[in-house]
């Protein structure tokens, strides 16, 4: 079993920055990739970030490459995500997420209880 808590969140003017982090209690989280997914109201969960356990990995949706990056650091159990050049359109409820390598949520057996990302214009 894996918990996740995730931190971070707030309100922040168009082009700002957040760094979100998640932190990880239980065993084994160096043996899983992590990823971030958000939710818009109304929308489906969509992809983010991913990074493989050993963090030499990484992958990135379209929408946010360029802008944000994800990075962990297995000896404190924590991922980051480090949120550059944001846009209205970025804002979301953030979650992270424990499991296998891949794009989708389908992936991912452990998940945190979101925290939000509100970007004004």
């Known amino acids: 079993q894996v918990q996740l808590v995730e931190s971070g969140g707030g309100l922040v003017q168009a082009g700002g920055s957040l760094s979100l982090s998640c932190a990880a209690s239980?065993?084994?989280?160096?043996?899983?990739?992590m990823a971030w997914f958000r939710q818009a109201p109304g929308k489906e969960r969509e992809f983010v970030a991913v990074?493989?356990?050993?963090?030499?990995?990484?992958d990135y949706a379209d929408s946010v490459k360029g802008r944000f990056t994800i990075f962990r650091d297995n000896a404190k159990n924590t991922v980051y995500l480090q949120m550059n050049s944001l846009k209205p359109e970025d804002t979301a409820v953030y979650y992270c997420?424990?499991?296998?390598?891949?794009?989708?949520?389908?992936?991912?057996?452990?998940w945190g209880q979101g925290t939000q990302v509100t970007v004004s214009s």
């Open positions: 997420a424990a499991g296998r390598w891949g794009n989708s949520a389908t992936r991912y057996s452990y």
């Open positions: 239980g065993r084994a989280f160096s043996t899983y990739s």
């Open positions: 990074i493989s356990w050993i963090g030499d990995t990484t």
